[in-house]
């Protein structure tokens, strides 16, 4: 696994692991990963624009197949727009011509909401909707995606993909997207009591916890390939709701807690996004739903952080 310190790597590394043995998954980053993961199994320190390094991490453990997850996020990524399409399109394409010269088993590349645009439908989003991302993370993930595609057919690269919502996980801390709002708020709220949020109170998104975006991940990647109809991307859908529904759960687990609101410049990439997502085609391919709701992941989510912050 490449980028295996973020914060879904971090997650599916363990998860991974526990499924498949410790010793078959090979976690990398550039940076070093939390304690879990790095004492949990091999760990290998990997530049992902580094092709000669990883092809021999590939030959050195055998590797068949590699999740992909290195990325600059949405937020970070208007920050520095060359930095980010360096690392979001560069590091894809060495993953993708490895996969072709060495014949690997599978690959896992994750796109997101962010391929969507203003003139994408706003609620219920379909799977194949108008895409004008305006962002420079949108922009490399619909590019991503055609290049994905474009593999699958030209060199039968078993590539497969979906479009991630907003995540929320309390194994690590947010890493610069526009809905980190929904991470943030759990550790101001168990720390502080009170949170100032860079979205206004009703943008709504589509969120998941991660528990959700585990599970539908690995259940693509153990599909057979034959029923994987779609190269590019899958819609992934969970639960959809704006900061103030958020907040109201946060404030059944801890009635002290208030909310305020400033939107900086993120609000602006939240509004040209969808509000729900219609993943109707990846239930239909893969029989698959989520099973939190925003109830029930405000609970873990508080009960964890808690735990975590001592």
Known sequence: MIGASGQIGSDLVLELRKRF????????????PM???????????????????????VDDYKITEVYHLAAILSGNAEKNPAKAWEI?????????DIAKEKNLDKIFWPSSI????????????????????NTVY?????AGERWCEYYHQK?????????????????????????DYAVEIFYEAVKNNKYECFLSEETALPMMYMDDAIDATITLMETDADKIKVRSSYNLAGISFNPMQLAEEVKKQNPDF??????DFRQAIAESWPQSIDDSVLVEHLAWKPKYNISAMTE?????????LG
């Open 21 to 32: 043995g410790a010793d078959n998954i090979i976690a990398s980053d550039i940076r070093e």
């Open 35 to 57: 304690k879990e993961v790095l004492e949990g199994g091999p760990y290998v320190e990997l530049n992902a624009l580094n092709k000669s390094d990883i092809e021999k991490v």
């Open 88 to 96: 979001n399109m560069n590091s894809l394409f060495i993953i993708l």
């Open 114 to 133: 962010a391929v969507f645009g203003p003139g994408t439908k706003k609620q219920n989003t379909p799977q194949n909707d108008f895409m004008d991302p």
């Open 138 to 142: 949108g922009i490399s993930k619909l």
């Open 155 to 179: 060199y039968d690269v078993d590539i497969r993909s979906v479009r991630y919502p907003g995540l929320i996980s309390y194994k690590t801390e947010a890493g610069g997207g526009t809905t």
């Open 258 to 263: 208030e909310i305020t609101y400033n939107p």
């Open 300 to 308: 873990v989510m508080y009960r964890e952080i808690k735990k975590k």
